[in-house]
């Protein structure tokens, strides 16, 4: 039987990519990217262009190639598309290539639905009442938004308008994969009824509290990769769930010690087992090195049902916890 899981995962167009990549944030310096790359043996590295992070990630991958033996080839570079700039889609992916520095790269993520701010919305969570500018977002095949009072009226462009964006720059070999950020079983079929070139994976949020075996096996079934956030109950806006409440637990603890590793370690690793990939979001040093290792051991059958079993349906991510405001089922 292997002692470690597979560190990369199979694409639907044959290309591998690592499991455990890096989400980079705000705030993350290019020594300490280089660093990650050189010294932690990171290779998938995930950039965003609302974080602002893809000029500094571009100095770090110069530097790399420059200085070190790594090829680009190596790596496995991925941006995504926001959703302010879903109407040019090519506009806005020459402007990270740019500031990436690169002729191509691995991965590119669709824009998320249109998230709108709405007026300060009054809810109750458990004993707490909260009075907070309120994000609501929605899943539609077409492009909508949300005026002053709800009314909801369609974009300027549909989904699959998009997208076939996205396949030209693959046609065009800018881009060598495409894939969808948080799309429900609903809007995954769409786009496969409409699409030329499948996603080759669904970025959506996955750890023991929100298993989503439904999802996962219709995801499974057609050959698109989880990628996986809040891979430790990150904690959202709110703070609930923080990864903090879940490494507590006894389960974690025991196994931790049982297996020589951190409870960190333990519920990444049950994740890669799955087969998801994750991108955890990290600043300290010792937990960069810590969850690149999460991926050297495999826990025993009984061990990984019990984590299994901890599943509740549980939700960190902001705004799609509150059904009220959730007019479609956004990830049913
Ligand atoms: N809609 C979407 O597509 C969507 C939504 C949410 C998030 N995301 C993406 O997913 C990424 C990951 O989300 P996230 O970082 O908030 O969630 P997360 O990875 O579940 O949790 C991150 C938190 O866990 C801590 N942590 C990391 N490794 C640890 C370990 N081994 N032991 C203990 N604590 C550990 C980090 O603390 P330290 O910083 O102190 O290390 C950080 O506070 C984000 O950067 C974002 O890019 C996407």
């Known amino acids: 039987m292997d002692s470690s899981v597979d560190p990369n995962c199979m694409l639907n167009n044959g290309l591998l990519m690592p499991k455990v990549g890096l989400a980079i944030s705000q705030n993350q310096s290019d020594d300490l990217i280089y660093t990650v790359v050189v010294d932690y043996g990171y290779r998938h590295l995930y950039t965003v262009s609302f974080y602002k992070n893809e000029e500094v990630v571009g100095e770090a991958i110069q530097k790399v190639l420059t200085e070190t033996d790594i090829r680009q080839e190596d790596l496995f570079v991925v941006t995504k598309v926001w959703q302010n700039q879903k109407e040019d889609i090519r506009g806005a992916f020459d402007k990270s290539l740019k500031k990436l520095k690169l002729d191509y790269d ?161 519920i990444l690793n049950w994740g890669l087992h799955r087969g998801h990939c994750i991108i955890p979001k990290i600043f300290n040093k010792e937990r ?28 960190c991510f902001p705004g799609i916890n509150f059904e009220f405001l959730c007019y479609t089922p956004v990830f049913a």
């Open 288 to 315: 960069l090195i810590e969850n690149k290792k999460s991926q050297e051991f495999i826990t025993g059958g009984e061990d990984y049902q019990k984590i299994s079993d901890l599943d509740c349906g549980r939700r």
């Open 106 to 266: 691995d991965l590119t993520k669709f824009p998320s639905e249109e998230t709108l701010k709405s007026k300060l919305t009054e809810f109750k969570l458990s004993r707490f009442q909260f009075k907070i500018p309120f994000y609501f977002s929605t899943h539609q095949p077409a492009f909508v938004k949300v005026e002053e009072g709800g009314k909801i009226v369609p974009g300027k462009i549909a989904n699959h308008v998009a997208w076939a964006e996205l396949e030209k720059l693959v046609n065009e070999g800018l881009i060598k994969s495409i894939g969808v950020p948080n799309f429900n079983v609903q809007s995954l079929l769409d786009m496969l009824a409409y699409c030329e070139t499948k996603p080759v994976c669904n970025q959506i949020e996955l750890h023991p509290y929100l298993v989503q075996d439904e999802l996962v096996k219709f995801m499974k079934d057609n050959e698109i990769i989880r990628v996986v956030y809040y891979p430790l109950v990150g904690g959202g806006d709110l703070k609930r769930n923080s990864p903090k409440d879940i490494l507590k637990l006894e389960l974690f603890q025991e196994h931790a010690e049982k297996y020589d590793r951190t409870a960190g370690q333990i």
